[in-house]
């Protein structure tokens, strides 16, 4: 059978005026998310890429 004995933490007064701090500490402001913003480089490769790619196939006549 094994024995327990309590044990106190012990704390300095500069470790309870920190916990007092965090406990004080008021909570930061919650932002919306960042927005995307438009890339020209990106717009102009698309139109690029549109402009390149091959037309659609037509049916041949019969």
Do not use: F, W, Y
């Not at 008021?26 to 438009?38: G, H, Q």
């Amino acid at each position: 059978m094994s024995v327990r004995t309590q044990v106190r933490p012990v704390s300095t007064p500069s470790d309870v005026a920190e916990l007092c701090t965090l406990m004080v500490e008021p909570e930061s402001t919650v932002t919306d998310p960042p927005l995307p913003m438009p890339n020209a480089a990106g717009g102009l490769a698309l139109l690029l890429g549109l402009l390149i790619s091959p037309s659609t196939p037509k049916e041949p006549r019969k």
